[in-house]
């Protein structure tokens, strides 16, 4: 595959995956979604790779979620709401090497979701973390919420969800969002760090310990799917399209005039 919207790189037994629309804020189209499913796969099959490292190019975004500028009623692309995004999480849980998020900038909406689904995330000082969907007349009805609360406990989880509030690195190290936050300038020496302690680990005791992992949230997966079709149906009413016009339009959204 020739690659349009990430960067894909292999070096030291350490596969790099990197989104790369930093004018978009890292955010997702269909054809990224594409892209990231097809890198994980490789990386998976690669036998030289022991860990994988899912980031954002430049400084300001790790990841914002689906590129909200394209969504109107869907994304475009294949799967149920047009975006395979539901694929990109399923290949980071499948991947049999340890995926780390390196979290630079903001990592909101979609991206949180990568972050909580990535089996370790290390953030620069200055990472900003939180949700956006129902901001925006959206939201990820499967391991975005479930395994959310599963990783910062349910009452935090429902927090991040209702409120839409943004969380320092600091804020998120504490709820168990991720293991580690460091001086921008030292992220990429610390993300090497813990890769080189993985790689020389065993990489079948290490893809055992993954799976009986995931074995405990795997039901997660099944109801996301289910609630996909929920989820296409609400992109579809003019609620959730008051999210998206708002956001374009820079200005705060009525959803209650919607509701009827």
Known sequence: MEYRDILYTKADGIATITINRPKAFNAFTANTCEELIHAFKDADYDKAIGVVVLTGAGEKAFCTGGDQGTQDGGYGGRGTIGLPIEEVQSAIRDCNKPVIARVNGYAIGG????????????????????????RVGSVDPGFGTALLARVVGEKKAREIWYLCRRYTAQQALEMGLVNAVVPQDQLDAEVKKWCDEIVEKSPTAIALAKKSFNVDTEMIRGMGGLAMHALKLYYETPESAEGGNAFREKRKPEFRKYVK
């Open 111 to 134: 991206g949180n979701v990568l972050v909580t689904i990535c089996d370790l995330a290390i953030a620069s000082d200055n990472a900003q973390l939180g949700q956006a969907g129902p």
